[in-house]
């Protein structure tokens, strides 16, 4: 399985938007770029998921290059509530272990 | 239900007791995973079912620890003998497809269980 490397942690204020970049450098044809958002004392929450290029749904992007070596989440305007630690995970698709891998995140806090 | 439960939300229990953690998936997912977080970390995978199946165990720590998911629905993971070391935070997830083949598949996790081992 592909290991990731993101920040441990950024800061930013609100109103701004947020680019999270996660490195995926040994990723394979089948694998998958999702990312997972974690309130504190609550489990992680489906962000957003994508194979290549760009993906947008209501609540962020995600940006891959073409060598998928890396990827972006792009948070537009971000408010407090933002302020959560995020998880770049790469899933293999067809894989008969079905499980998710997690590393410790990017923690991300959001100032007034 | 409308989300994954589990059950209970806190426990502390005497080093060497037997625990038991309940998770109750959303209705119809056929995937359920364990996983175990420490303060500050990821979360750790420990095991997974599709339906009763458990298809992988590798991320159990040791054999005093085992899951069961007997009619396909709601899971256990027991905890024999517990030490302060299995202090953490417990979380149950599904989804709704079997993510063996499906894995751009969405997976909602509980709310967790605090074990506490004193």
């Known amino acids: 399985l592909a290991k990731t490397t993101q920040p441990i942690s950024m800061d930013s204020y609100e109103g701004q938007e947020v680019n999270i970049t996660c490195s995926h450098n040994?990723?394979?044809?089948?694998?998958?770029i999702t990312w997972y958002q974690q309130f504190p004392s609550q489990g992680p929450r489906f962000i957003i998921q994508?194979?290549?290029t760009k993906v947008t749904n209501e609540v962020a992007s995600l940006f891959i290059p073409a060598d998928r070596k890396s990827s972006t989440l792009s948070l537009p305007r971000v408010s407090l509530s933002d302020t959560a630690v995020y998880y770049c995970?790469?899933?293999?698709?067809?894989?008969?272990?079905?499980?998710?891998?997690f590393g410790r995140g990017t923690q991300l806090t959001v100032w007034p | 239900g409308a989300g994954v439960s589990q059950s209970p939300r806190y426990k502390v229990t005497k080093r060497g007791q037997d625990v038991a953690l309940r998770c109750d998936p959303i209705?119809?997912?056929?995937?359920l995973y364990w996983y175990r977080q420490a303060l500050g970390q990821g979360p750790e995978f420990l095991t997974y079912?599709?339906?009763?199946?458990?298809?992988?165990k590798s991320g159990l720590p040791n054999d005093r620890f085992s899951a069961e998911r007997p009619e396909g629905s709601i899971s256990t993971l027991t905890i024999q003998r517990t030490e302060q070391r299995d202090s953490a935070m417990y979380r149950c997830?599904?989804?709704?497809?079997?993510?063996?083949?499906?894995?751009?598949?969405?997976?909602?996790f509980g709310q967790g269980t605090r074990l506490t081992v004193v």
């Open positions: 997830a599904s989804s709704q497809r079997d993510r063996t083949f499906f894995s751009d598949t969405e997976a909602f």
């Open positions: 040994n990723i394979a044809t089948n694998d998958y």
């Open positions: 994508g194979y290549k």
């Open positions: 995970l790469v899933e293999n698709r067809g894989s008969t272990l079905g499980r998710l891998y």
């Open positions: 209705s119809g997912h056929v995937s």
């Open positions: 079912f599709n339906y009763e199946a458990q298809q992988d």
